[in-house]
């Protein structure tokens, strides 16, 4: 079976770049084209010569204010039940939503290994954005660009010693 690594968070956040970047694919539909991609994408990932299994979760949502929270809920459920790692993705420009709030309530319940991904850390001085993080109760904030895989190797470093 191996290792497996889930993306979790509310819509818009990145999961499905990060996911794209860790597999180095197109995979995943990012938002912006619009179309849906089904609940759950699977991939795989190699890093130091380590190969694990990494799942997107939300291709549903297609550019729309149309939360669909329970479905959310839903996935951050199966995440827990079937992923050895969890990456809570959050957006360091946007900051802490409701709906980040629901997802972090959940995963405070779970004993599975959490990591909270600050992505959209496109330059040094959002950094200092990322404390507001420390609030969700799940640990250190690690600052990542999705979209320029600046802090992406680190990420993965962490996610391997995780295992
Ligand atoms: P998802 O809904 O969580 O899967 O998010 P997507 O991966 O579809 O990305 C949503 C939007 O955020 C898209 O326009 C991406 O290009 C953008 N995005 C993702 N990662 C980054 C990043 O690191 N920096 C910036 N500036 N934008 C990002
Ligand atoms: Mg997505």
Known sequence: MGNLVAIV??????KSTLFNRLTQSRQA???EQAGTTRDRQYGKCEWLGKEFS???TG???VNSDDVFEEEI???VMLAIDEADVILFVVDIVNGITDLDLEVANILRRSKTPIIVVANKT???DLQYNAAEFYSLGLGDPFCISALSGSGTG???DLILSKF
């Open 154 to 156: 680190d990420l993965l």
């Open 29 to 31: 539909i990012v938002n």
């Open 54 to 56: 990494v799942v997107d």
């Open 9 to 14: 968070g509310r819509p818009n956040v990145g």
């Open 59 to 61: 291709g549903w949502v």
């Open 73 to 75: 809920c839903k996935q």
């Open 122 to 124: 496109d330059n040094n």
